[in-house]
């Protein structure tokens, strides 16, 4: 049974282990016989080409550039697909054999030195004479495992959520007894807003409220909070009154204190990403919540979750060998390679630069994954020298110094080092990938400054924490440094058109939202949600999108001004001053 056969096969080599992926194409059966054996799965070890011995030095490179520098050095070219080609690595090996590299790269980033996993090397097709050609690819499962990371922030909301949610429901001799952390700004008191809140939540409204979905509570519920803050109203009114008694000024209220008027609407529940819209908190408030409560007209109770802050890591020194402080041995000796004269304070402060030098000074093959550099406090409250303190011991010593100041883990195999952050999922997520930066640095360079256009290109394709967080490290002096999130979500908004619709928009008429795309409709709603929560779908579907670009000589430079009207009412204004070539203030640098 020739079929059955093939497919025992085909089995045993999708189940062959990434790291030792068949690295050529099996023979054509002579002759498809019941008794043909077939021939065992080749390993990237046994292959002539890949025996060659190479030495490879990259610090902070993406992966793809690396493999296409040293390509032209092998008997075969080595390519990785996108995913894997856009990783940073930094990579420090001498007259190691080429199958060594691909076997540690899958290693590397599977993030499993026992189970290498998710990545494959596998051969291309290729005529009959033409040079071999390897791929490294990453297969579905290990995407779906990065999506589920990259998720963590709102996973763990829900978790959190619905422990508040089990917290407002235990009696006072329950929470006396909750042992589990809470949340900035809870208190058990059983009458707070937030509590009664909570109480009534079910999981459906849990999760909405993760999608951005307002909830509206009970009206009931909040009887007395509502008359509490309308006596609040009726107080603050009575202040004005005497005070203007006081200073002789008009009264402000002739004709008696007014009642306030009722609520416009119920009482609502929120939960926002802090992280997407508040510029002022980052990096404090990445994979923040902000829980808010609105009572009468504005929100009137704050809860904070902090999705990493619950996730709390032991001390990266914990992850190599805690004896490593008192280690003996050779003493490695980092001073000259970090405190040469030639070294800027970004080198020193970049890990991967740290670990080349590591890497040189102590003679081993290491290999790194790398991302780009974070702004946060940590940095800005470093000392004058940055970086690593400890230049010189012994090598587990060093290792277990650099693991503590860059959160990082590191794991011998074989002979090799590997090191990998421990904030993976928080680097993926903010990182930016070198190839976008190349051409938005070109442009730069060309023009001399960003324009608009580019401005609304850079929001499309970030979210607002990988410019915040990320980008403005990488692309100093533009206009983003300065930015406040409406003006990203307006241009977010011009980056997504088609030419036709950036055409109209630009026009006088302009660009009708109903003739978007559904999905861009979405898109914009989504975006804006907030700011149109009261508009109605009628008002919306008679709706205009328009970008005005006034030359202001003031605010030296263009104003991206977003305006979406229905008739003379204007249901949303959003957008801020955006630099050009033409009017750049003496006071922005240039990017490198």
């Known amino acids: 049974m020739p079929n059955r056969s093939l497919s025992v096969l085909l089995l045993c080599l999708l189940m062959w282990p990434a790291h030792l992926t068949p690295a050529v194409a099996l023979p054509a059966r002579q002759a498809a016989t019941e008794s043909a054996a077939a021939p065992p799965p080749q390993l990237l070890r046994d292959i002539p080409a890949l025996q060659q011995k190479i030495t490879v030095e990259a610090t902070d490179r993406p992966l793809g550039d690396v493999l296409a520098r040293l390509s032209p050095t092998l008997k075969v070219d080595l390519t990785a697909r996108r995913e894997a080609a856009d990783q940073r690595v930094t990579l420090h090996l001498t007259d190691q054999p080429v199958y060594s590299l691909m076997d540690r790269l899958v290693i590397l980033l599977s993030h499993d030195p026992d189970r290498p996993h998710g990545y494959h090397w596998g051969p291309l097709d290729r005529p009959a004479g033409a040079r071999p050609v390897f791929q490294l690819w990453r297969d579905s499962a290990s995407e779906a495992e990065e999506r589920d990371a990259l998720d963590y922030p709102r996973r763990e909301a829900a978790v959190l959520l619905r422990d508040l949610r089990n917290m407002a429901g235990m009696t006072p001799q329950e929470r006396a007894q909750y042992k589990g952390e809470e949340p900035h700004g809870w208190d058990d008191n059983a009458d707070k807003v937030y509590v009664k809140a909570f109480k009534s939540l ?7 409220l993760l999608d951005g979905e307002a909830v509206p509570l009970d009206p009931a519920l909040f009887a007395a909070d509502l008359a509490a803050l309308r006596q609040q109203k009726r107080d603050s009114m009575k202040h004005e009154q005497e005070l203007a008694a006081l200073t002789h000024t008009a009264d402000p209220y002739p004709n008696g204190i007014p009642e306030p ?16 819209d508040d510029d002022e908190r980052l990096p404090e408030a990445f994979g923040q919540y902000l829980i808010s409560i609105n009572l009468d007209g504005a929100a009137s109770e704050h809860i904070v979750l902090d999705t990493y802050d619950t996730n709390t890591n032991p001390d990266p020194r914990s992850l190599w060998p805690t004896e490593a402080a008192k280690a ?21 402060r970049d890990v991967g630069f740290t670990l080349q030098a590591l890497a040189q000074a102590a003679h081993i093959t290491l290999y790194q994954e790398d991302f780009l550099r974070r702004s946060s406090q940590v940095e800005q409250s470093d000392p004058p020298q940055y970086g690593l303190q400890t230049l010189k011991g012994p090598l587990p010593t060093l290792i277990a110094a650099i693991c503590a100041h860059w959160n990082y ?82 241009l977010r908004v011009v980056g997504l058109l088609s030419p036709a619709e950036h055409a109209a928009a630009f026009s006088d ?61 204007t249901l949303l204004a959003a957008g801020g001053t955006v630099f050009t070539p033409e009017k750049r203030p003496p006071s922005v640098t240039q990017s490198p």
């Open 261 to 276: 008027p009722p609520p416009a609407a119920p009482p609502t529940l929120t939960v926002t990403r802090r992280d997407q």
């Open 202 to 208: 079910s999981d459906a409204q849990i999760d909405a």
């Open 328 to 348: 003996s041995g050779p003493v490695v000796d980092l001073t000259p390679l970090l405190t040469a004269r030639t070294v800027t304070t970004e080198q020193r």
């Open 509 to 569: 008429a302009g660009l009708p939202l109903a003739a978007m795309p559904p999905w861009e409709q979405e898109a914009f709603a989504g975006t804006f949600q907030k700011e149109l929560s009261d508009v109605s779908g009628d008002q919306l579907d008679q709706a205009i999108l328009t970008v005005q670009t006034p030359d202001d000589s003031h605010v030296y430079g263009q104003r991206v001004a977003l305006k979406v009207a229905a008739g003379d009412q």
């Open 409 to 490: 883990q590191a794991q011998k195999v074989g002979d090799d080092y590997l090191f990998w952050s421990r904030t993976w999922a928080q680097d993926r997520a903010v990182d930016v990938p070198e190839r976008l930066l190349a051409e938005w640095r070109r442009k730069m360079e060309k023009q001399g400054a960003l324009t608009l256009d580019d401005y609304a290109e850079v929001a499309a394709a970030l979210t607002w924490p990988q410019i915040r967080l990320t980008f403005n490290t990488a692309i100093p002096g533009t206009s983003f440094a300065t930015m406040v999130p409406r003006t990203y979500h307006a």
